[in-house]
């Protein structure tokens, strides 16, 4: 029944280290997000993909690489976390052509990545 | 261009009362003003959304009024709940992209 889901919840982890958060929607959304919530709760998109194109890519540093395999799914992957990294992930959706347009963002449950 | 401004930062409000979010933007360009609710270890949620050509829209309890010359709008919670105790987010989208770019957040306590 999930939406938008997204694994795992929590991640900690060492300076250093690559890792990887995965996120899938069910609903049918043709457009993927990625958000970044630091600590201070501000929300700020990091990626955009629409039907696995990448139409969004703020000024994020290049350690951050989103993949899209299919519409359903968008993964972040982070190589060499450093300590500001911390914050909570936000996978989001929404159907962007089509029938049932909407500007509406449907949002996952977020993952804490916690860098030690 | 790109902010959108969001006050107060908390705000704290006795049940039964009515809770005011302020924001203002200055893009033009932007063309729908959602709010989203955020309880603690969620994912933000849709509330209520206005597009600019709307002065007001009401949901239930929930109210967005729209200053289209002044470029500010606003979240007003009537017969506020305990429930309501949230994080809300005023954002707006438009312009060359797809972003919404979202206000700083109020977090929102109602007093039982």
């Known amino acids: 029944d999930t939406a938008v889901s997204q694994t795992p919840k929590y991640l900690v982890t060492q300076m250093g280290n690559d890792k990887s958060i995965k996120c899938e929607q069910n609903l049918g959304h043709d457009t993927m997000y990625w958000y970044k919530q630091d600590s201070k709760k501000f929300l700020k998109i990091m990626f955009s993909?629409?039907?696995?194109?990448?139409?969004i890519n703020e000024t994020v540093p290049n350690r951050f690489s989103p993949k899209s395999p299919d519409k359903a799914h968008l993964n972040l992957h982070i190589n060499s976390l450093e300590l500001g990294d911390s914050a909570v992930y936000f996978c989001?959706?929404?159907?962007?052509?089509?029938?049932?347009?909407?500007?509406?963002?449907?949002f996952g449950p977020g993952t804490r990545l916690t860098v030690t | 261009q790109q902010q959108v401004k969001q006050s107060p930062q908390s705000l704290i409000v006795q049940k039964g009362g009515i809770s005011i979010i302020n924001c203002a933007y200055e893009?033009?360009?932007?063309?729908?003003f959602p709010w989203y609710q955020q309880f603690p270890g969620k994912g933000p949620a849709l509330l209520i959304a206005?597009?600019?050509?709307?002065s007001e829209k009401k949901e239930g309890r929930f109210t967005i009024s729209f200053n289209k010359s002044a470029k500010q709008f606003s979240l007003h919670i009537m017969d506020s709940q305990p429930g309501d105790s949230a994080t809300y987010f005023c954002?707006?989208?438009?312009?060359?992209?797809?972003?919404?770019?979202f206000g700083k957040g109020t977090r929102l306590h109602i007093l039982p």
């Open positions: 954002a707006a989208r438009g312009g060359r992209d797809d972003k919404i770019i």
């Open positions: 993909y629409n039907n696995k194109e990448l139409i």
């Open positions: 893009n033009t360009a932007f063309d729908y």
């Open positions: 206005i597009r600019p050509d709307v």
């Open positions: 989001a959706s929404r159907k962007r052509t089509g029938t049932g347009t909407s500007y509406e963002q449907y």
